[in-house]
């Protein structure tokens, strides 16, 4: 099928974003239905970008905190700095005031307080289950089949042993895993399924060196709940759409599993 202009990368980032307009929209739609390979990779485009979109609704619809409003912050300058001879310079000083308070409020909505051991772990792994575990074409980077690849992978990546717990009790089989980014370093993801398709990731990293060792403790947040804790300068978060009470029984068996292997036994699912 021939077209008046050829389909290009941009048209097909347009179609992703819903930013073309009707008439090339359905030149896009012809040239996907010819190319199924084209149209795969699309598809999974779109789902990591509504994935995307679901895990920073909350920050983009909250409101602007009131002391951000900028005529409330022009007032209370002029006010302060009663007849300012300098127009000019007041107005820039107020702009570069809007835009840092605005900055570190958008910062903060991102991020939260400032957290630090699992409280930061459990974020983290919330964040990265809300991403991959959305994606339908490709969750994990290697499959479950492959698992001594995948955490002989991970475990070289992080430094120390990992092996991927046995979820099997539980319902769930191993789907794969791979490696994140934190802002902690490397960490390790494996994502589980079970027969109802609902996903459960266990996330794997590191520990600074006050926070080696911390009690279970139960997280809740938007959609994702999660139990995180810490052995030997290891921290684990077992997360998912599922509440942590009933997460419970799980992470004490992942946590069972863990410290068998540390101990130097075999894990048993």
Do not use: C
Not at 18 to 40: F, K, S
Not at 55 to 82: D, K, S, V, W
Not at 195 to 219: C, H, T, W, Y
């Amino acid at each position: 099928m021939s077209f008046d202009r050829p389909v290009s990368e941009e048209d097909l980032h347009s179609y992703v974003d819903d930013r073309l307009e009707p008439g090339r929209r359905a030149a896009v739609q012809a040239y996907l239905a010819a190319h199924p390979d084209v149209a795969a990779q699309v598809a999974q485009d779109r789902e990591q970008r509504e994935a995307l979109r679901a895990a920073f609704a909350p920050i983009a619809e909250a409101p602007l905190p009131p002391q951000l409003n900028l005529e409330h912050m022009i007032a209370a300058q002029a006010a302060a700095r009663g007849a300012f001879a300098g127009g000019r310079v007041a107005a820039a000083l107020v702009l570069t005031l809007a835009l840092g308070a605005a900055g570190g409020w958008v910062v903060r909505g991102a991020s939260g307080p400032p957290q630090v051991g699992v409280a930061a772990l459990s974020r983290e792994a919330a964040d990265n289950y809300r991403v991959y575990a959305a994606d339908r074409a490709r969750p994990v980077e290697i499959p479950g089949a492959q698992q001594v690849a995948l955490t002989t992978w991970i475990s070289h990546r992080l430094k120390r042993p990992v092996a991927a717990p046995d979820l099997t009790r539980a319902g769930y089989r191993l789907m794969g895993g791979r490696l994140v980014a934190t802002p902690h370093g490397p960490a390790g993801l494996f994502l589980y399924d079970n027969s109802q398709g609902v996903r459960l990731a266990v996330f794997i990293r590191p520990m600074e060196q006050k926070d080696q060792n911390a009690a279970m403790v139960d997280n809740h947040g938007e959609g994702v709940d999660s139990v995180a804790w810490a052995d030997d300068g290891l921290g684990y978060d077992l997360a998912g759409p599922v509440p942590a009470h009933a997460l419970r029984p799980i992470a004490d068996e992942l946590r069972r599993q863990t410290l068998s292997l540390r101990s130097g036994d075999e894990l048993t699912g």
